[in-house]
């Protein structure tokens, strides 16, 4: 058991194109929202704040998305939604560039198989990332730029 250890965060790799992107949609909510003030267009000023909220959630997505080690649990976050990774329970971690959407900013991930699930992270220091986990998770073994559960030996 790892609980002794101290809490280990890493945040999310931010690829520059995503980056560009999410400031640009941002940007493109707040200045329409201005401009419906701006015009007091009546009948549609209740998009303002739809606009509004859509702009500060995808800038809070892009720089609150992170990994932390507590104890016996990787914790991943991202803006509001949370997982818990139980380390006991990981089976294999390997890198991929899945863009399918997940906890992670960038395209250079980790997929994190445990239990029947999974989740794709991207952690900004990712040798850091992997040295962490096989410290706090004995049962695996650094395999390059992954790991996988060691296998038992016959008896």
């Not at 007091?40 to 997505?61: D, E, K, N, R, Y």
């Not at 250079?108 to 794709?120: A, F, S, V």
Request: proline share 7%; hydrophobic share 45%; aromatic share 10%.
């Amino acid at each position: 058991m790892t609980s002794g250890l101290p809490s280990e965060s890493y945040p999310s790799k931010r690829d520059a194109w995503l980056v560009v992107v999410i400031w640009g949609a941002a940007l493109v909510d707040f200045g329409v929202s201005a401009w419906l003030l701006l015009a007091l267009a009546g009948p549609t000023l209740w998009i303002v704040p739809i606009l509004l909220v859509a702009g500060v959630f995808s800038l809070h997505v892009l720089y609150t998305t992170g990994y932390t080690f507590d104890g016996d649990v990787l914790r991943v976050r991202a803006s509001l939604f949370r997982w818990s990774v139980p380390l006991a329970e990981i089976d294999a971690v390997e890198p991929t560039t899945n863009p399918l959407s997940s906890p992670a900013c960038s395209l250079d991930r980790l997929l994190i198989r445990y239990g029947e699930k999974r989740i794709m992270i991207s952690p900004e220091d990712k040798a850091g990332f992997l040295h962490t986990l096989s410290t706090r998770a004995p049962q695996l073994e650094r395999h390059g730029d992954g790991a996988r559960r060691r296998s038992v030996a016959p008896a």
